[in-house]
Nanobody, 115 residues
């Protein structure tokens, strides 16, 4: 069973940057595609950035050009670098496999962007 621990969130001003980390344990996730998901106060949890086993990345339109997902297979860790943050990015951020394969969710990391 894969488990995830997200970290790196916080309170940041609009236009600021954060780097999120997601440490996986229990299984080596290098064999699977992975993604960062987020859930805002009134929104469903949805993916915003994903990365294949080969390192190909895909982003949803609202974060294109501002977010960058990467992975370090040796550390079994996935990262999300976020720049030019806006208030709409305020959410709890989670990582997981993509597509979901029954792995549980971590506690997430809260990102709050102030005006």
């Amino acid at each position: 069973q894969v488990q995830f621990v997200e970290s790196g969130g916080g309170l940041v001003q609009s236009g600021g940057s954060l780097r999120l980390s997601c440490a996986a344990s229990g299984r080596n996730i290098s064999r699977w595609d992975a993604a960062w998901y987020r859930q805002g106060p009134e929104n469903q949890r949805m993916w915003v950035a994903r990365i294949t086993t080969g390192g190909t990345t895909t982003y949803v339109d609202p974060v294109k050009g501002r977010f960058s997902i990467s992975r370090d297979n040796a550390k079994n860790t996935v990262y999300l670098q976020m720049h030019n943050l806006i208030s709409e990015d305020t959410a709890i951020y989670y990582c997981n496999l993509f597509p979901l394969r029954g792995a549980g969710w971590g506690q997430g990391t809260q990102v709050t962007v102030s005006a």
